[in-house]
């Protein structure tokens, strides 16, 4: 039985790279990996820094036609639940009018509604940097315990406790889209007729 992960198109066979192998690996078994950096070593190297910021980005999304991911200042947990939620979002709605629109959107893996925005600095993304340099990337920004995010009046985290590595677009309106995107849009057609059948 073949894998069909395996001979995806765009999708390099090997590299030279011991971790960047390993994220083909992990592509070729999900569809998508998310890599997480912070203060949780694997290795145990005594060369390991810990980042000003943790982050996690996903590499292997641009293989769906859906841009890269990232998100800073969350655990390495919480941000691989984040990432991976968005890229089952983004499988469903159009991410081109939610940046446009500035849709938040409310994911099981946060209590609070993210916003993304379009990255300019992405430099931290290694991995998606050898393996798709010229694949567009969203940052999912998270708002403080005020509901505010960095770009309003009355935000109240340090920028340390949060990067934004993008630029919010000020004409965003929210325009026809929804106010906030669920990952749950409701039952399909054959559930709702399953439903019925069982409530008769």
């Known amino acids: 039985m073949t894998n069909h992960f395996s001979d995806l198109r765009g999708l390099p066979r090997w590299h030279p790279d011991p971790l960047v192998r390993e994220t083909l690996d992990r592509i070729r078994r999900c569809g998508w990996a998310v890599t997480a950096v912070s203060d949780e070593c694997t290795?145990?190297?005594?060369?390991?820094?810990?980042p000003d910021c943790s982050f996690a980005?996903?590499?292997?999304?641009?293989l769906h036609?859906?841009?890269e991911l990232a998100v800073y200042g969350l655990d390495a947990r919480t941000s691989a639940s984040?990432?991976?939620?968005l890229g089952s979002v983004f499988h469903t709605y159009d991410w081109h009018s939610i940046v446009s629109n500035s849709v938040p959107i409310q994911l099981d893996s946060l209590e609070v509604p993210v916003?993304?925005?379009e990255m300019v600095d992405k430099s931290d993304l290694i991995v998606t940097n050898?393996?798709?340099p010229d694949a567009p990337v969203l940052q999912a920004v998270w708002p403080d315990d005020l509901g505010s995010y960095p770009w309003e009046?009355?935000?109240t985290l340090a920028p340390e406790h949060q990067f934004v590595m993008g630029v919010h677009d000020p004409r965003a309106t929210g325009g026809d889209s929804p106010r906030v995107i669920y990952p749950h849009p409701g039952m399909n057609r054959a559930q709702r007729r399953k439903a019925a059948r069982r409530r008769r």
């Open 43 to 50: 290795c145990h190297s005594p060369e390991c820094e810990a």
């Open 115 to 117: 916003t993304v925005i």
């Open 130 to 132: 050898v393996l798709y």
């Open 153 to 155: 009046e009355g935000y």
């Open 65 to 67: 036609d859906l841009p």
């Open 57 to 62: 980005y996903t590499t292997g999304l641009r």
């Open 82 to 85: 984040v990432l991976n939620d």
